[in-house]
């Protein structure tokens, strides 16, 4: 399989920790997979060791065809990666930064230049491409990084939390540049802190805990295991808990639950917003008078405890720290 990646009982220590502690991965060529997990989880080390940055202690992995271990270099001119932390050149230009990558690839000077005022544009980074990226914001670096593991369009790309630190506006950017690039063919493998974020760009998801994986399938699949999708709703009279829940129980893909003391009703459903919107018209068309209403999706939260039965827990900032090895 030219394009796709392979990971087999990846197992990678740090003195004590062991960061991977047996990953098996499957991308197949042309889809994304999401490796999906809290802090300190293996996402990083996992990529490192698919990207040949690291050696892992045992295991084997093959991307894009190749032997990682037994061949890094070859591996290294079919990838793309785009790092968790930013790395373009701060006193360079966006323009020079791309221009500059471009040169490493040993690209003519022209064919450099037509590149990077190319992926400018399509990184809506035109009209700051000759400032210095010191002076650009956290998103515009994100989505030069981005453009400059694009120059070579490379057919299998890793990115290592795109969006991590972000703003709605910059996710939102950054998830559509992705969506265009993965529609081109190109295999990819992300690694997210978010659900949603798995759930836009990616086929399959594959769950990370303690440098393991811990569950793998569609976004569907994950969330089916989480109860899916739930309409909460606290309605204002306690005598009308009654009918509520008559009429979630009607929209409902599961069983209604009351909680009394806090006249809420919960009920799993599939159909989002526009359900939602549904269960309003007839809640008030029968006359219940609600003091909340809401759509609750499951977050990663909601995975790990119906996984683990444990919430992701934060390491320490301590342990996040990068070490050189
Ligand atoms: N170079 C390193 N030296 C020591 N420990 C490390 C190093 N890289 C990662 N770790 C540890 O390995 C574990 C997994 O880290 P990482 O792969 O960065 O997780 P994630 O990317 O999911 O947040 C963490 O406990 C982290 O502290
Ligand atoms: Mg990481």
């Not at 323009?95 to 022209?110: D, F, H, I, S």
């Not at 670096?141 to 120059?151: E, G, M, W």
């Not at 699949?221 to 829940?245: C, D, P």
């Not at 129980?249 to 917003?273: C, I, N, Q, W, Y």
């Amino acid at each position: 399989m030219p394009g796709a990646i392979h990971a087999e009982g990846l197992v990678k220590t740090f003195g004590d920790v062991r960061a991977l502690d047996g990953v098996d991965l499957d991308v197949p060529e042309g889809t994304v997979l999401g490796l999906l997990g809290p802090n300190g989880a293996g996402k990083t080390t996992t990529v490192r060791c698919l990207t040949t940055l690291l050696r892992p202690d045992s295991g084997k992995a093959v991307v894009a065809g190749v032997d990682v271990l037994k061949h890094p270099d070859a591996v290294r001119r079919s990838i793309g990666l785009s790092g968790q932390f930013a790395a373009v050149d701060e006193y360079l230009t966006g323009r020079e930064n791309l221009q500059m990558v471009g040169r490493l690839y040993q690209m003519r000077a022209k064919a450099a230049k037509a590149r990077a005022q190319e992926l400018l544009e399509q990184f809506d980074l035109a009209d700051a491409a000759d400032r210095p990226t010191k002076t650009y914001s956290g998103g515009m670096r994100r989505r030069l990084d981005l453009a400059a593991a694009l120059v070579v369009s490379p057919p299998v790309m890793f990115m290592d939390e795109p969006t991590t630190g972000l703003d709605p506006r910059n996710r939102q950017l950054l998830w559509e540049v992705i969506k265009k690039l993965v529609s081109g063919g190109t295999t990819l493998l992300l690694t997210t802190q978010y659900l949603e974020e798995a759930d836009h760009l990616a086929h399959d998801i594959a769950v990370v805990d303690h440098g393991h994986v811990i569950a793998q399938g569609t976004s569907d699949q994950l969330k089916a295991r989480t109860g899916g999708e739930r309409v909460e709703v606290v309605v204002h009279e306690r005598e009308h808990m009654a009918t509520a829940a008559e009429v979630l129980s009607g929209f409902g893909k599961g069983e209604t639950t009351v909680e009394d003391h806090m006249r809420m009703l919960t009920v799993p459903v599939t159909g989002g917003a526009k359900l939602l919107a549904e269960v309003i018209r007839e809640l008030d068309t029968r006359g219940i008078e609600i003091d909340d209403i809401g759509l609750r999706r499951p977050t990663l939260d909601d995975v790990f405890l119906s996984l683990t039965g444990h919430i992701a827990e934060e390491k320490n900032a301590e342990t996040d720290k990068e070490t050189v090895k």
